[in-house]
């Protein structure tokens, strides 16, 4: 069976800083698609950055990075030089080649202080 | 900016009642899906919908179900809500879907409480 765990409920940071989410997942498949999205206060869930398994170096998009690390099945989101709009819910998924279905973590809550 | 577009934004029914929740998107998206979203956050696939093929969890319970004019719009039907409805619903589109890992884009939701 396919599972995403983001053991970190809530993570409190002070801006400017940086900041580690983890997310771990447990799949057979050979080849998989990791997400990390970000819901916003108002509800709204967007994509932030994406890590295909077969990719080795480790995906970048603006101030978000990854962490793969394929051994032990983690895909930890950095956000560098963190803001007060980076507060958000941060959800990790992971998608298959075996079953099409988006499989979701639990989300990460994270907040940023002045 | 939104390219995604869910009416209503809040809803508030009795038990019982039958519901219509409405779902556009604009990016020309070939598959579109419902999510449900609890109080804890969790996000759970309700269904998907693909060129006419529909989806569906396994685990959703049969007064749901998604009603789709053309790729562009899928609405979710409730016919008669139960007190664990009470959730947000989200919308999302992707390009491609299916076998192919795209990324989604979401509506705003809707929120549904039952009395």
């Known amino acids: 069976a396919q599972k995403v765990t983001q053991t970190q409920t809530s993570i409190s940071v002070v801006e400017k800083t940086t900041v580690t989410m983890d997310c771990v997942y447990e799949?057979?498949?050979?080849?998989?698609?990791l997400f990390w999205y970000k819901q916003t206060a108002s509800g709204e869930i967007v994509f932030l950055i994406r890590q295909d398994s077969y990719k080795k170096e480790n995906a970048t998009v603006g101030h978000y990075s990854l962490n793969f690390q394929k051994p032990k099945s983690s895909i930890g989101l950095i956000i560098t030089a963190t803001q007060i709009e980076d507060s958000a819910v941060y959800f990790c998924a992971m998608r298959g080649d075996s079953n099409y279905q988006l499989i979701w973590g639990s989300g990460t809550k994270l907040i940023i202080k002045p | 900016e939104t390219a995604v577009f869910q009416t209503p934004n809040y809803h508030v029914t009795q038990v019982g009642n039958e519901v219509s929740f409405n779902c556009k998107q604009t990016?020309?998206?070939?598959?579109m899906y419902w999510y449900k979203q609890d109080s804890k956050k969790l996000l759970k696939i309700m269904f998907s919908?693909?060129?006419?093929?529909?989806?569906v969890n396994e685990t959703v319970p049969r007064r749901f179900s998604p009603q789709s004019s053309d790729k562009a719009h899928l609405n979710l039907r409730i016919k008669s809500v139960e007190p664990e409805d009470s959730a947000v619903y989200l919308c999302a589109s992707s390009s491609l879907g299916g076998r192919y890992a795209e990324t989604l884009y979401f509506g705003s939701g809707t929120r549904l409480t039952v009395l």
């Open positions: 919908y693909n060129n006419k093929q529909l989806i």
């Open positions: 799949t057979r498949d050979s080849s998989y698609f």
């Open positions: 990016l020309g998206h070939d598959t």
